[in-house]
């Protein structure tokens, strides 16, 4: 089944991560925000009406991720696979990151 996420940039819904399965992931931008003509969340993926699909998590999302010892810590502490980024991702839910990206679970 698949999972979601909701991402906000300046707390303005930007879009929606999905994740399919394992090895299939899309990023959708909400239509509203696309309209509104606001900034894309990142130079790598430009504001669109279609939808952007991977095979691994984007980099842009990756690199919101703890790295190292604190990925290990974090990940042994809320029993979640270290190679499970979209899990990792979500445990961040509703928590600040640095720069103005939040991550929501709907």
Do not use: W
């Not at 190292?68 to 979500?90: K, P």
């Amino acid at each position: 089944m698949p999972r979601q996420l909701l991402i906000y940039l300046d707390k303005a819904l930007a879009g929606t991560l999905t994740q399919i399965s394992p090895r299939e992931y899309e990023f959708a931008y909400d239509k509203e925000y696309c309209s509104e003509g606001n900034m894309p969340i990142s130079p790598t993926m430009p504001l669109t009406t279609e939808v952007y699909r991977s095979s691994y998590l984007f980099p842009f999302f990756a690199n919101l991720l703890p790295e190292g010892a604190n990925r290990r810590t974090i990940c042994r502490h809320l029993h979640i696979d270290e190679r499970d980024y979209f899990s990792l991702l979500a445990s961040f839910s509703g928590k600040d990151f640095i720069g103005n990206i939040s991550v929501v679970a709907p």
